[in-house]
């Protein structure tokens, strides 16, 4: 049977209403209906009728106004918190974690199991399982869906990790796919770089951003850029490999096979090695930060060299993308304030001067779990309707 032309039509223009109620409510969190309709730009009895609906299902929840005392309070509409259940996974080279939130996205401790990479996929997928099996015990919640945030190369045409140099045995795997089958809920496979950038625009300083990019430099270097509201993926998803232009000829070898990528010189990981060598013992980046927190002129030349690649970088992102932002990922030259700000120093003497003057520089407060979350929840709003811009 096929619908009428003008019920078809309807049918799609209530999804992109609910689309764009779901987005204000999103960027805003919990409303009054007077205020979705002041911001949504929608009529107040189109508001409702889309609330309704986006109650009816499971979507959002209403909740009674705290510290209002006086008269019949409205109630405000809020992503569904306590009803919902989404997971996030992060795979990770060394450790991984399950997280589970509701549809507001709010990653809490309590509700985060973090355990050490098993060595082989079944068993990676078997911890994965386990860990969310025990987040959802205590809950008679539906699992709406859950994100699965991978380091290294994501094919999304092929929906394979082509590779992923710092983590081989996800080589030619989609664990999205293979927790699908266990879980029984839509799993969406998310490279971790475009993760961190849908969190920095969902939850974090990108909101209303259309152009800005991601570094992360923590263990392999990822970018990922959104241009004009788009996260920019290329033929197959893969574009954003910044890490691995070669930038010196006869360095080490790469996880992908080449010598001296960017990524073996200028991250959290680079920096780590070289103060093991200076050092004689295998340190990790907790361990790093206590010795470069304890001791910093002892790790000086690595610090230096490493600040060098490190602003070489994003020099290149800001020259070649020209975001409004540019967020960057990353522990011991990132989150240590006086150690970015003289990598900042060199981004100003690397970068074209119109360009820089575009551009804030900010370090990410947010995380890969968050990045997990994001990823799926950008998912469901876009599976929801088309945006309408
Ligand atoms: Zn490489």
Known sequence: MTLPHNRVESALLRRINERRLLEVIQQQGPSSRAALTRSSGLTAPTVSKVVDALLKRGLVEEIDPLGQTLGRPGRLV??????????????????????????DGRVEESRTRRFTTPASYKHLLDSIETHCRVLLQDTNRTVHAIGVSVPGLVNERLQEIVFSPNLRLL??????????QRMAAK??????????????????????????????????????VMSGGQLLAGHGGMAGEVGHITVDPTGLRCGCGNRGCLETLATDSALVRRMSERIGQPLSVEEAAGRLAATPEEFGADVECVSEYLAIAMAAVINIFNPTTLFVHGTLLVAAEDRFARVLERVRQRTLTASLADCTIVPTRLSK?????????????????????
């Open 187 to 224: 799993c969406l496979l998310l490279q971790e770089t475009s993760g961190l950038c849908l969190s920095e625009r969902l939850y974090g300083d990108a909101k209303g951003l259309h152009d800005f990019a991601m570094l992360d430099v923590s263990t392999g270097l990822g970018m990922a």
């Open 171 to 180: 080589d030619k795997r989609n664990p999205a796919i293979d927790l699908e």
């Open 369 to 389: 779990r968050q990045g997990a979350i994001a990823g799926i929840m950008h998912h469901l709003t876009n599976t929801w309707a088309p945006p309408f811009r």
């Open 78 to 103: 809020q992503m569904a918190a306590e009803s919902a259940v989404i997971l996030g996974v992060v795979i990770d080279a060394t450790t991984c974690c399950v997280v589970a939130t509701g549809l």
